[in-house]
């Protein structure tokens, strides 16, 4: 097994953040096929890219730290000139994959930093006969899901259920979804992955050995390097499946008067009511 060298991508920064970042871009400019994937806080796109992926709205403010540059990359090759610049430069970098970080930690930072944002990485590739599939950091649970279904109707991915979420750190943090108690985490079902470490080389699970591959899944988006795809394991899923509405009278049960507790209780009510015989007390009221 490769013996694999684990570090993080934050970087002590110098005293002078302007001298940094010109420096920084300065070594972009040696990938031609980077500059226009850069934008910077003059750039007239800078604001909406960077409030793209912003899901928790507090983020949005004008205190908030914002991030000296922001990268779009649109293939896996370009990200280790840019980590390699960054690291020259003594830049932190955050890696958004998505943006449901609701502490923020993909996209803020309180030293200087750049944002590499993977959503161009999203390309999904399934393989129904073998039940796999090869999906990009920057692909969202949604697109995973649509190509999954187009290849097979008996055939998902045990994820969350939110269809914007990013795959790069839905399966770094873990990866919990309505399927876990029958097929685990999204984070147990991952086969092998692609990454870019601080050194700017591209590992896969080979290379990177098994302790690292352990470690990517679940501990932290960018914790140990970029995350570039994820192979996973498709799971087995009935082809159709029974739901039900159950109508509530506003004025009567008005949405206010229910707890937590309650609706729990509500809902073993009526699974009581269809399954339980006559004789059978019905749950304690409180």
């Known amino acids: 097994m490769t013996t694999p060298t684990i570090s993080t991508l934050r970087c002590s920064c110098a005293a002078s953040a302007d001298a940094n970042v010109d420096g920084f871009l300065e070594c972009l400019k040696q990938d031609s096929s980077i500059s226009s994937l850069v934008y910077t806080p003059t750039n007239p796109s800078y604001q909406s890219v960077l409030d793209f992926s912003i899901r928790n709205k507090r983020f949005l403010s004008n205190s908030t730290p914002k991030p000296l540059v922001i990268i779009t990359p649109e293939y896996e090759h370009q990200i280790p000139h ?22 923020g930690l993909s996209y803020v930072s309180e030293v200087p930093f750049v944002i ?11 393989d129904a006969p073998h039940k796999t ?17 187009i290849e097979s109707p008996r055939l998902g991915f045990p994820g969350g259920f939110c269809p914007t979420v990013g795959l790069g750190g839905h399966i770094s943090g873990g990866g919990w979804g309505v399927l876990f108690r029958k097929y ?33 899944r679940g501990g932290g988006g960018s914790s140990f390097g970029v995350i570039l795809a994820w192979k996973v394991r498709l ?21 206010n008067s229910f707890t937590v507790g309650s ?16 004789q059978e007390s019905p749950p304690r009221k409180e």
């Open 133 to 149: 599939a090869w999906v990009g950091a920057g692909a969202t649970l949604g697109m995973l899901y649509y190509n999954i279904a």
């Open 235 to 255: 799971v087995d899923v009935p082809e159709r499946v029974t739901v039900f509405k159950t109508p509530r009278d506003s004025e009567k049960m008005p949405l």
């Open 116 to 126: 590499i944002d993977l959503l161009k990485l999203s390309e999904v590739t399934v």
């Open 263 to 278: 609706t729990s209780r509500l809902t073993l009510k009526r699974t009581y009511s269809s399954e339980s015989s006559p």
């Open 82 to 103: 840019i980590i390699c610049c960054a690291k020259q430069n003594q830049l932190q970098i955050r890696t958004r994959s998505g943006g449901h970080d609701f502490e």
């Open 184 to 216: 685990g985490l999204a984070a147990d079902n991952v086969l092998d992955a692609r990454i870019v470490d601080v050194n700017g080389r591209i590992l896969d699970r080979d290379s990177m050995g098994e302790d690292l591959f352990w470690a990517i």
